[in-house]
């Protein structure tokens, strides 16, 4: 059985509703093993199915471009909420909620925030429905529960890898956070933003653990990279071409700081920031990474060179400091 909701008959309905006859269906990477049975169903509702094989990290990694070359008349964009309206092409965002039950993964974690009596509580998109069942849960095991409603997600608790806004709102009133949902990323997020100990309820393991140890490991490595950049001469400042992720007017600002600071800045357009295609830029020492700040954070050892997000450069440049970094945290500019 199933444990995520792709709303197939919604999307069958608004398929014939809207009329397209062309449908490019974009999943991230945990999702992409359902591409084939969803393109069936694309199929069965009279359109011809593209299922995209490109990564997609988010909602700003909308498949635009794609879908205008293919003839695309709608992008079915699947495991993430909107961000930005687009109107180039048609596009429906299916959430694709989690239908397993989180009881087992909460009642564990509730036990490892023994120590701390107001906790925060956050999720992914995938479990923001769940989070009042999870505020049940910390209630009757004698907390007090606060979730944040920032404004700039779509839902009250969401957290995205790019804006943990959320959670900063309400971290002066709670002595923990509690993120709901699976894998490490999103609450190693929390806890570098907020400073506060957050704990892990992953349903999909049936198991609660906490992020601390990769908190202090991504410190360690964030300095090192702002240590080692210090040395260098000559930097890339690499702007995203994904549709949420190009910050040109940031790749600018920050060129011109490290020109001012005696560094020469080479400003280069990339859409996939990966190890090989840095490489290949012998001479830039180090990179100002401007599009997703996830990729500096989680891809640190894979690099070569220092990719330091645009509030590290300044950290290196002195315009700010680690003790402010750590407090205001690494996302946005």
């Not at 995938?126 to 700039?152: C, F, P, S």
């Not at 702007?239 to 600018?252: E, F, H, P, W």
Request: with cysteine.
């Amino acid at each position: 059985m199933t444990k995520i909701d792709f709303k197939e008959e919604k999307v069958k309905r608004e398929i014939e509703r809207r009329g397209a006859k062309r449908v490019l269906i974009q999943l991230p990477e945990g999702l992409k093993r359902e591409g084939p049975r969803l393109g069936a169903i694309v199929e069965k509702a009279g359109a011809v199915p593209f299922v995209s094989a490109d990564s997609c990290y988010g909602a700003c990694d909308l498949a635009t471009l794609d879908a205008e070359s293919l003839g695309v008349d709608l992008i079915v964009h699947y495991g993430h909420s909107e961000m930005m309206k687009q109107e180039r092409v048609q596009t429906l965002f299916v959430e694709a909620r989690a239908t397993i039950s989180i009881k087992s993964s909460v009642k564990k974690a509730i036990r490892l925030l023994k120590n701390y009596s107001n906790i925060g509580l956050v999720a992914t998109i995938q479990h923001t429905h769940m989070l009042n069942k999870a505020r049940e849960l910390l209630l009757k095991g004698g907390k007090t529960v606060a979730i944040g409603d920032a404004g700039q997600s779509k839902y009250a608790g969401q957290v995205i890898g790019c804006d943990f806004s959320n959670a900063r709102l309400i971290s002066k009133d709670v002595e923990a956070f509690l993120f709901l949902g699976g894998g490490r990323f999103h609450a190693i997020g929390v806890e570098l933003v907020t400073g506060k100990p957050t704990i892990v309820a992953d349903p999909y393991e049936r198991r609660a653990y906490p992020v601390r140890d990769e908190v202090v490991r991504v410190l360690k490595e964030r300095w090192a990279s702002i240590c080692k950049a210090k040395e260098a001469k000559a930097f890339g400042v690499l702007i995203g071409l994904k549709t949420g992720q190009k910050r040109v007017r940031d790749a600018l600002r920050m060129k011109r700081k490290l020109e001012k600071n005696g560094r020469k800045a080479t400003l280069l357009s990339i859409r996939e920031i990966t190890p090989n295609v840095l490489m290949q830029f012998l001479g830039i020492n180090a990179y100002v990474n401007t599009a997703c700040p996830r990729i500096s954070l989680d891809d640190t050892l894979s690099f070569r060179k220092p990719v330091l997000t645009y509030n590290e450069t300044l950290v290196m440049l002195g315009r700010k400091s680690w003790e402010e970094l750590c407090r205001k945290g690494w996302f946005g500019s």
